[in-house]
């Protein structure tokens, strides 16, 4: 009922940065708290970042990376900066209904896009 699309990922090398975009569709009453997820090869999915009424960073990531959104456009980014090899995973963008902030876990979220792959190399 919600569709989330991932883009903006690619190779990158470490200090370099990209930014993320993920466009809503659909029902739009499920994206109140949108969220940014990544997943590393053998790593479960980790939270990265939030936004419903005001950010929250996972402490990896806080001075680097920044989450935006433009609601008109129904649309979340995220700003990575100073980016490191360690930061190479497949980022997922996720939302739930209810506005949330802090860490998040996957099981929370009602709506996931496919991921985009980000790869830092050395």
């Known amino acids: 009922q919600v569709q989330l699309v991932e883009s903006g990922g690619g190779l990158v090398q470490a200090g370099g940065s990209l930014r993320l975009s993920c466009a809503a569709s659909?029902?739009?009453?499920?994206?109140?708290?949108m969220a940014w997820f990544r997943q590393a090869p053998g790593k479960g999915r980790e939270f990265v970042a939030s936004?419903?009424?005001?950010?929250s960073y996972a402490d990896s990531v806080k001075g680097r990376f920044t989450i935006s959104r433009d609601n008109a456009k129904k649309t979340v980014y995220l700003q990575m900066n100073s980016l490191k090899p360690e930061d190479t995973a497949v980022y997922y963008c996720?939302?739930?209904?209810?506005?949330?902030?802090?860490?998040?876990?996957?099981?929370?979220?009602?709506?996931w896009g496919k991921g985009t792959l980000v790869t830092v190399s050395s």
């Open positions: 659909g029902r739009t009453f499920s994206v109140d708290t």
């Open positions: 936004f419903s009424w005001t950010a």
């Open positions: 996720a939302s739930k209904a209810g506005y949330y902030t802090g860490d998040l876990v996957p099981p929370l979220m009602d709506y």
